[in-house]
């Protein structure tokens, strides 16, 4: 148990002082905030901006069941 110690849980203390072992450490790093940028939006609800329904994509007539309800 004690040489489990004194060479890391892992992985050799050397190894993780390599530049490999920086390079991969940055993507994983790099690669975890992507993913949690787009597991917080995907919880948001999507802000839709209002836009005035004017011309030719405003309907002319009322589809309601409410025939006198307002345009």
Do not use: C
């Not at 489990?4 to 390599?18: D, I, M, N, V, Y």
């Not at 975890?32 to 999507?46: D, N, Q, S």
Request: proline residues 6%; without cysteine; glycine residues 6%.
């Amino acid at each position: 148990m004690n040489g489990a110690f004194r060479s890391g849980l892992l992985l050799p203390e050397q190894w993780l002082q390599t530049d490999w072992f920086s390079v991969l450490a940055t993507f994983v790093a790099i690669n975890t905030l992507i993913y949690v940028v787009l597991g917080v939006l995907k919880i948001l609800p999507r802000i839709r901006f209002r836009r005035a329904h004017t011309g030719a994509s405003r309907r002319s007539e009322t589809r309601s069941i409410h025939p006198d309800a307002p345009m």
